[in-house]
């Protein structure tokens, strides 16, 4: 009677193995995007054994850095935002208020695996909610080191607000408020005169703007860009070509700006860190401070004697600011020299130009 069970079991087994090889597999079902974010950081935060990346507070302010000391153009006029950066030079630790920069650079844990977190941050973070009639309304403290006119070392001068009002669909004027100086009205077109004919008085009319790109963004274009980001990285190197200089540097200086100058998506955000993980010769820095003076760690790329880093938020890696320095002795200063700083504060959409979050300003 056993031996009987026993050819019976064996022949089921044998039946459902053939069976198993003609049938295709049972299809997975798949998450939910907010599920495989929320699993995607729990596996990265455990398999990176450092201290957790805690999701961003999800407050009407987006910190957020930027790169360099480069404006982009809202819609035709030059009215980018730069984000105070914390650049320290290659070997030396962050500058303190001075300026100068002192000593002990590290490239663990990896710019990679900081940028990593920031991606998983971003991509759980609120996402915009400015309309194509609003304005993203970005507020900042800036700094730019500046020369006399008969030469000299670069003088960098404490930061001041900045404030800026973009149109989210690039259609209509926006604003840019600086401490110290006159509102400057950003319009979306530029005005020109032209000539009917050799000798004719000039005539004024105007030029519309070029087409949004990566180096003229608006709210509206930024949304639409790719979320692959070997696709976004490709993206970028194109838009960026005619700029000149090292290419992977214009492409992490453009990131840079994207990141602290518009409101991106969060899976675009997300996107733009991982493509930036994509570039060679980014480091990382243990700790920097943003022109805000909030400290945190950073990811730092060095090019043509000039270095650029990206400050995030140690807890909740947060964009917070940028900052430039020079890494050789050149005519605008000393190996060390702060040559920008920047820091952005809040980012939110608005009715109008002049309006603060909450209804408040002109």
């Known amino acids: 009677m056993n031996a009987s069970r026993k050819t019976h079991s064996s022949s089921d087994d044998l039946l459902r193995g053939e069976l198993t ?19 995607r950081y729990a596996v990265l935060r455990d398999a990176l054994g450092s201290e957790p990346a805690a999701r961003p507070r999800a407050p009407r302010a987006v910190r957020g850095p930027l790169p360099r000391l480069t404006w982009i153009a809202a819609p035709v006029a030059a009215c980018a935002l730069v ?37 998983l941050a971003a991509a759980t973070a609120p996402a915009p909610n400015a309309r194509p009639q609003d304005f993203v309304y970005v507020k900042s403290l800036v700094a730019h080191a500046g020369r006399s006119a008969a030469g000299g070392v670069a003088t ?6 900045r404030e800026v009002w973009l149109s989210a669909d690039g259609s209509r004027g926006g604003l ?36 949004p790109s990566v180096t003229h963004p608006t709210h509206a274009y930024v949304a639409t860009l790719p979320t692959d980001p070997e696709a976004l990285l490709r993206l970028i190197r194109e838009e960026t070509r005619g700029d000149g200089g090292d290419a992977d540097q214009r492409a992490f ?41 909030r400290e945190g760690v950073a990811v730092a790329r060095t090019a043509d004697g000039e270095q650029t ?41 608005v009715a109008r130009t002049g309006e603060q979050p909450g209804g408040a300003g002109a």
Not at 21 to 34: F, K
Not at 93 to 103: D, E, F, K, L
Not at 156 to 161: F, G, N, S, T, V
Not at 187 to 201: C, D, F, I, N, Q
């Open 176 to 211: 840019l408020r600086e401490a110290g100086a006159a509102d400057s009205v950003l319009s979306p077109s530029l005005p020109v005169y032209e000539l009917e004919h050799r000798g004719a008085s000039p005539r004024p009319t105007t030029l519309e703007a070029a087409p």
């Open 156 to 161: 960098l001068p404490p930061a001041h607000q």
């Open 83 to 119: 984000a105070g950066v914390v650049v320290l030079a290659p070997g030396e630790a962050p500058a303190g208020p001075s300026g100068r920069v002192t000593a002990g650079e590290s490239t663990a844990p990896g710019a990679e695996q900081v940028l990593s977190r920031a991606a």
């Open 21 to 39: 090889e003609l049938l295709p597999p049972p299809p997975v079902p798949e998450l939910e995007p907010e599920r495989e974010h929320a699993l």
């Open 253 to 293: 200086r453009a990131i840079g700006t994207l990141l602290a100058e518009t409101w991106a998506p969060p899976k675009v955000t997300s996107a733009l860190y991982e493509a930036a993980a994509r570039i060679p010769g980014v480091t990382v820095l243990p700790s920097a401070k943003d022109a805000a003076g």
């Open 309 to 349: 880093q990206w400050v995030f938020d140690r807890a909740t890696s947060g964009f917070l600011g940028e900052r430039t320095v020079l890494t050789e002795t050149t005519a605008a200063g000393r190996k060390g020299t702060v040559l920008g700083v920047s820091a952005v504060l809040v980012k939110a959409a």
